[in-house]
């Protein structure tokens, strides 16, 4: 692990294998089922299938961030190995969490002055957020710095494009995030919306598309628009969905025609019940590198 650690939160969407596997460290949030509170726990504790079927049922959901006792208390793990710690957290256009962590980490500098806590805003959420930590890893790998890697994050955090879109509109007007009016004639009209993270890590819809085929298609082509160095991308990009495989898998096919040097092949996870409270089923989210975020 060498003499810091890099750090997310469990709403970097991937699973606890793929972060062993990259030694990345992760604290989970919380969320709850009809006032049943669970952990974030990337779905170790409850299959992706039956959560989002609990949603579907009629279940009620809501989530809760990490706190600054919570980050206090996990954070000091680290430092007393006497490890420096760089963490990034879930966007700030969508959680507060970013100020539990700073909390928490001004608090601990002065319990262990020798010690470097740096939390820095992701501006990003599930597969951007998960994309950003595996870039992270493969520079520390490579040998960066504690204060090499910060540079860099700060530097190309806006970098990092996240766009998606949903086939399920159920959720988005049960979350009040588009209006029972829209959402009828939207359901109706069979609409998909497309939507990405700004510049400033919120959620901003950017076209409406009449069915999965055409909201792929427009998904492709503005990945096309904003990717890093066009048809030649030669880094990873990463999938996430919410119980709609199928979809995640074509958009992958898609994206690995279109960009045949990437670097490996694209990774498909789940969308953790955080995010997926929030969206429902029928979500599917690209992260890759690209030109800087938009307002």
């Known amino acids: 692990m060498g003499e810091y650690i890099i750090s997310c939160c469990s709403t970097v969407d991937t699973t606890e294998e793929y972060l062993k596997e990259k030694n990345l460290e992760h604290i989970c949030f919380h969320y709850y089922l009809d006032d049943v509170a669970y952990t974030d726990d990337l779905f170790k504790s409850i299959s992706a299938k039956d959560f989002y079927q609990k949603m579907v049922d009629g279940a009620m959901t809501r989530t809760s961030q990490v706190n600054a006792e919570e ?6 793990g680290f430092l007393e190995k006497g490890l420096d710690i760089l963490h990034l957290t879930l966007s700030s256009g969508i959680s507060g969490v970013i100020n539990s962590a700073r909390i928490a980490a001004s608090e601990l500098a002065e319990e262990f002055p020798d010690r470097k806590i740096v939390v820095i805003d992701s501006l990003s959420a599930s597969a951007g957020y998960a994309l950003i930590m595996d870039k992270l890893a493969s520079l520390r790998d490579e040998g960066k710095s504690f ?5 860099w994050t700060n530097e190309h955090i806006q970098n990092q494009n996240t766009w998606f879109f949903t086939t399920d509109l159920t959720f988005f007007i049960r979350g ?15 609409i998909c919306p497309l939507l990405n993270i700004n510049d400033e890590g919120k959620l901003i819809p950017r076209q409406k598309c009449r069915g999965k085929k055409m909201v792929k298609k427009a998904c492709l082509a503005a990945i096309k628009e904003r990717v890093e160095n066009g048809a030649d991308y030669d880094q990873n990009m990463f999938i996430t969905h919410s119980v709609c495989y199928e979809d995640a898998k074509e958009v992958a096919e898609m994206l690995e025609a279109a960009f045949p040097k990437m670097k490996e092949k694209v990774r498909i996870f789940d969308i953790g019940p955080t995010i997926g409270a929030h969206t429902g089923p029928g979500t599917v989210a690209v992260g890759f590198w690209g030109s800087k975020k938009e307002k």
């Open 71 to 76: 980050f206090a208390t996990y954070f000091r």
């Open 176 to 190: 009040g995030r588009i209006s029972k009016l829209s959402g009828w004639f939207g359901t109706a009209l069979n």
């Open 147 to 151: 204060d090499e890697l910060v540079d």
